[in-house]
């Protein structure tokens, strides 16, 4: 039999987690040492902000906003030092200079940020701390599956806006299907979990494409073009979304 455990016994180790990944990265970060710094911190931070997500109702209010106060703050300056930290390589020779400057921007603003960052702490619980830990699990996975299939439907794969918001959506079930997964021991969550990543890398690997677009034109004034492995990433977005609907979700039927 299943112990029952209060959700957010359980959240809190997520957001812990998370927490510990944001710490253990922003040292790296700050000084410009490996890129891989820099992504982990941000893998942590969007890991963070689903949890926090998929919490709601959990954590004293006035906790939760100064949390999500200090992750956009770091959002909004990680986001720009990683595009021109992966990008610079890819664009043409002649806007590499103009890029290492905007690079050099970014980073700096990035560490002004994170010198003056007090250290995340965990939001103290309020209201529903003894809600069960599979209850609440399962009404937090249907939610957010159900918040991506109506994303879905009214997404054109040709659409690069409709597409990274789908892709946003999608992360976000991911991350919470990991972190909520032990609730349900006796089923395994891998199919799902691997048809979201493949899907996530398809995506991704389109976003990839549109950013260092984006970024040409703000250099040069000018849009890159098409690309043929855009294309053919195109095509692979069905299949790989048909075996996303088709994963079986391991939270029902219990």
Not at 118 to 139: E, H, K, N, S, V
Not at 145 to 168: N, S, V, Y
Not at 210 to 215: G, M, P, T
Request: charged share 30%; aromatic share 6%; hydrophobic share 45%.
């Amino acid at each position: 039999m299943i112990a029952v455990k209060p959700a957010a016994a359980a959240l809190r180790a997520a957001l812990q987690e998370a927490m510990d990944q944001i710490a253990a990265n922003a040292p790296g970060a700050a000084a410009g040492k490996h890129p891989e710094y820099l992504h982990q911190l941000r893998v942590g931070t969007r890991r963070l902000r689903a949890a926090l997500r998929a919490s709601r109702g959990l954590w004293r209010k006035d906790d939760l906003r100064a949390l999500r106060r200090q992750l956009r703050e770091l959002a909004a300056v990680s986001g720009p030092a990683r595009d021109w930290d992966v990008f610079l390589r890819r664009l043409p020779t002649a806007l590499r200079g103009q890029a290492r400057d905007r690079q050099r921007d970014a980073h700096a603003a990035l560490r002004r940020v994170l010198k003056a960052m007090q250290p995340l702490r965990l939001p103290r619980t309020a209201g529903r701390t003894q809600q069960a830990w599979r209850a609440f699990a399962r009404d937090a996975l249907e939610h957010l599956e159900r918040k991506a299939l109506q994303r879905a439907a009214r997404t054109d794969w040709a659409d690069p806006a409709g597409r990274h918001a789908l892709r946003i959506r999608l992360r976000r079930l991911r991350y919470v299907s990991e972190f909520m997964s032990g609730a349900f021991p006796e089923r395994s969550a891998g199919v799902l979990l691997r048809s979201l990543k493949d899907l996530q890398d398809l995506l991704g690997a389109l976003n990839d494409i549109e950013v260092a677009r984006r970024l040409t034109r703000k250099l040069a004034g000018r849009k890159a073009r098409s690309e043929e492995r855009e294309r053919k990433l195109l095509s692979e977005l069905p299949g790989a979304w048909r075996c996303f609907a088709s994963a079986p979700r391991f939270w029902r039927g219990l």
